[in-house]
């Protein structure tokens, strides 16, 4: 086992964590967050966290299955966009849809591993 002096010390613990930043929430309230890949995995966790912080949503996920799912889960603080980020026109489609309520952050989360 690998010892780092001093990070065994309870006293020298607290003291480093009361030198690092706080971590600051983003306020979501009244804002309209554009999740890409949203419909599961990590972009539907985000979404989930989104809307509990007051956010209305907009899911772009290729798969219309999923987003059905997510849409019924959400419920009326999400609406979702079948979209593949590979296809220019798709997009472009999706984005005319964006125009009553355009998006005020942007969680670009599509892809494929």
Request: hydrophobic share 50%; glycine share 10%.
């Given at each position: 086992?690998?010892?780092?002096?001093?990070?065994?010390?309870?006293?020298?613990?607290?003291?480093?964590?009361?030198?690092?930043?706080?971590?600051r929430?983003?306020?979501?309230?009244?804002?309209?967050?554009?999740?890409?890949?949203?419909?599961?995995?990590?972009?539907?966790?985000?979404?989930?966290?989104?809307?509990?912080?007051?956010?209305?949503?907009w899911?772009?996920d290729?798969?219309?299955?999923?987003?059905?799912?997510?849409?019924?889960?959400?419920?009326?603080?999400?609406?979702?966009?079948?979209?593949d980020?590979?296809?220019?026109?798709?997009?472009?489609?999706?984005?005319a849809?964006?125009?009553?309520?355009?998006?005020?952050?942007?969680?670009?989360?599509?892809?494929i591993?």
């Open positions: 086992m690998f010892a780092t002096p001093g990070l065994s010390d309870p006293a020298a613990l607290r003291a480093l964590a009361g030198a690092l930043p706080r971590r929430r983003l306020p979501l309230r009244g804002t309209a967050v554009l999740i890409t890949g949203g419909a599961s995995g990590i972009g539907l966790a985000i979404a989930r966290r989104a809307a509990a912080r007051g956010a209305r949503l899911l772009w290729r798969d219309p299955d999923a987003l059905r799912a997510a849409q019924s889960e959400l419920g009326s603080r999400a609406r979702t966009f079948a979209v980020l590979a296809d220019a026109d798709a997009i472009a489609g999706a984005e849809a964006l125009a009553d309520l355009p998006p005020t952050h942007l969680v670009n989360n599509a892809g591993l």
